[in-house]
């Protein structure tokens, strides 16, 4: 068995670095900083906590602006103590004006962050990965894991090899065959398991005591989470430095939505921005939709569910951060809603066909909630409204199968083309006239 841990010492913390302790969620007992995750007297989760005076005294929006074109120029705000960071290019992706889906759905000032494009996997989790494994080098981890419903999976295998760390990670085995591909392509041990997310999940808090691995999601768990704030903070900084109004964002361990809004928070404490109200809804899809369910039924806690639906990635039945996700929407006056997989399907079909944007079941999910939101009167049409796309439709091109229209095949004739054409046109006249009605 390869030796998990190298024989240097640990890089804990240096004098430069701005994060402080690990803090329970429940109580604040405080930790140091190590590879845990969980309180040992609540068995809630731990999460970094920093010093902002500090902070506030390194950064200012032109030391942001002039830093790298990556998650790294908001470094101070992220749990890695030295600098020897792993940039791949992580971050700085597109805030997308809408105009086209916005018109459709009745909206002036929609936008669109599509992570769609991010670098080096083509998913939000490139930036929680490029923490957690620059945080394990630092912890002298050399084998680094995870468990994965898909896009965490590729980031992981992909950061490793650049990085030159062993992985090994833990997949369902009736993931999308695009993700199963783009993981196995940057040759790391793949574990397909019989089993759902969590099933998978429990399995690799088992490995991760028995062989000391650095587990992204389970030991290094509060250094990863940290990465998914930089959509906060980008978001932020690519509207002028202002906070929006409203953002709609997908919720799987509720982890990625309620960090958009530390990021917020965190820019506002340390001066970069004005404080205001930022109204947070959450979409789930209907077939595992725990806390979206716990919102509609007014519950302060989630009930876990066996997830049956097309979007895997965000299909965790017992999220550990749900709970966190139902306080942020009430406390923001916003909601939490969830599709089902024919609209999740008509939400991938609606993005792309307005807006040029290709996601998948996740990003799909979010315009299906964000589409029911405005129709429900739960979105000023007026206010600036982000709506947060987590990864690549090319992953997930199983979903859309058999929902799309079919090449038109033709002899390479004018007079075929011509008939093929007005053929075109007719079908395309009447798909306009069902929108309308």
Known sequence: MTQAIATQD????????????????????????????????????????????????????????????????????????TDNVIDVGTGMTPL????????????????????AVNMPTLSFKDRVVSVALSRARE?????????????????????????????????????????????????PTVMAVKGNYDQVNRLCSEVANTYGWGFVNINLRPYYSEGSKTLGFEVAEQLGWKLPDHIVAPIASGSLFTKIYKGFQEFVKVGLVQDK?????????????????????GRDFIAPVKPNTIAKSIAIGNPADGVYALELAHKTGGNIESATDAEIIEGIKLLAETEGIFTETAGGTTIAVLKKLVEAGKIDPD???????????????????????????????????????????????????????
């Open 139 to 187: 912890f002298g981890f050399s084998t680094v894991s995870c468990a994965s419903t898909g896009n965490l999976a590729n980031s992981t295998a992909a950061i490793a090899a650049h990085a030159g760390l062993e992985c090994c990670v833990f997949i369902p085995s009736d993931l999308e065959a695009g993700k199963v591909l783009g993981t196995l392509i940057y040759n």
């Open 96 to 115: 997308v004006k809408s105009t086209r889906l916005a018109r459709r759905l009745g909206l002036k000032n929609l936008y669109i962050k599509n992570d």
């Open 277 to 297: 109200p930022v109204r947070c809804s959450g979409a789930q899809a209907e077939g595992c939709s725990p806390v979206a369910q716990a919102f509609k039924d």
């Open 383 to 437: 206010e600036t409204t982000v709506v947060y796309i987590t990864g690549n439709g090319l992953k997930t091109q199983e979903a859309v199968q058999g929902y799309i229209s079919e090449p038109l095949t033709i002899e390479a004739k004018l007079d075929s083309f011509e008939r093929a054409w007005e053929r075109a046109q007719t079908l395309e006249r009447l798909d306009w006239q069902q929108v309308l009605v």
């Open 10 to 81: 640990p890089i804990i913390t240096s004098d430069s670095a701005t994060f402080t302790k690990l803090v329970s969620k429940e109580g604040g007992t405080e930790y140091d900083l190590l590879p845990i995750n969980i309180c040992e007297e609540t068995f809630a989760p731990l999460e970094v906590a920093y010093d902002y005076d500090k902070i506030r005294h390194q950064v200012s929006r032109e030391t942001i602006a002039a830093g790298p074109n990556s998650i790294w120029r908001y470094r101070p705000f992220l749990p890695v103590a």
